[in-house]
């Protein structure tokens, strides 16, 4: 006797769904594109309806199909908890983790740290992206992501808070002998500065002045669209920044950097971890967010 597996197709049709094309899924599921377009194929023969409106640039989905989607990530959902109730904690795990951070910070900080988080796990693998621009996850196909600052109203994603790193605004001991040390946040106005780009690091700085904290916009003399370039901008004499302590720390420590305006540089900036809302994460998303925390109550995200 013949019997249709209930759950065939469901997985590649969520991954379709939420990758937004069938090429995105086949390159999240190792299938090819083909092999997922007959897979969807084949499930709206037996469902009897149009999941997708298909186009040569992208496959949206239909009325029909956000329904079935929300069954069916939900379905998935629940699968996946019970499968992680019943995993010992000894078991080794396997799978692809995507995470994206901000490059500096990602870098010199984060590295190391997810090095060593995988090291225990060999059949844990991961794909890292490094990036000051704002990554939506759906768009992106990003399991989980590191980020600076207040965050966004975002219904879909879910939070944890991390760390806070002071911010440190700071000039390169040249660049202070050429122009002279700011003492006022007014003095800013007469200076050259090095801030973020609409698509990276800040363009405004955020200070406590008499008590009050504000955004401020100092000079855009450069703009610049990553972190790290930021701090090479600024050793290299280019003007002052204003960034968060783990990024120009051991510049600091060596003098290539002068930390200027303390007294109004004192609003730390949070590090959160991000990641798609769902009922449950995944065993592996769950490993890495678990070993995040501890790391950063330890301090080693300071």
Not at 162 to 188: F, N, W
Not at 234 to 247: E, K, R, T, W, Y
Request: with cysteine.
């Amino acid at each position: 006797m013949n019997e249709i597996e209930p759950l065939s197709g469901i997985g590649v049709f969520v991954a379709a769904a939420r990758a937004g094309s069938f090429t995105g899924a086949a390159e999240r599921l190792g299938i090819t594109k083909s092999a997922v377009g007959k897979t969807i194929a084949r499930l709206e023969a037996r469902l009897g309806l149009k999941l997708f409106h298909r186009t040569t640039r992208s496959n949206k989905l239909t009325v029909d199909g956000e329904a079935y989607l929300a069954a069916c990530a939900s379905a998935l959902d629940e699968i996946a908890a019970a499968e992680a109730a019943l995993t010992s904690a000894n078991t080794v795990l396997t799978g692809r983790i995507r995470i994206d951070m901000p490059v500096a910070f990602g870098r010199r900080v984060l590295l190391p740290i997810f090095i060593d988080i995988v090291r225990p796990h060999p059949e844990l693998t991961l794909s890292l992206t490094f990036t000051d621009a704002l990554t939506d996850p759906f768009q992106d196909d990003v399991d989980l992501m590191i980020r600076f600052g207040a965050l966004r109203d975002s219904s879909h994603l879910i939070a944890r808070h991390l760390a806070d790193q002071d911010r440190v605004i700071c000039a390169s001991p040249g660049y202070l002998e050429t122009h002279g040390r700011p003492k006022e946040l007014a003095d800013l106005r007469g200076h050259r500065c090095i801030v973020g780009s609409p698509k990276g690091p800040p363009l405004a700085w955020v200070v406590r002045e008499d008590g009050t904290v504000k955004r401020l916009s100092p000079p855009a003399t450069h703009q610049v669209s990553d972190g790290e370039a930021m701090v090479d901008a600024a050793v290299g004499g280019l003007g002052i920044c204003q960034l968060p302590a783990s990024l120009v720390r051991r510049h600091v420590e060596s003098g290539a950097l002068v930390p200027l305006l303390e007294t109004f540089s004192t609003v730390p900036v949070e590090v959160h971890a991000l990641w798609p809302r769902q009922a449950h994460l995944s065993p592996r998303v769950r490993y890495v967010v678990d070993q995040l925390v501890a790391r950063a109550a330890a301090g080693e995200l300071n």
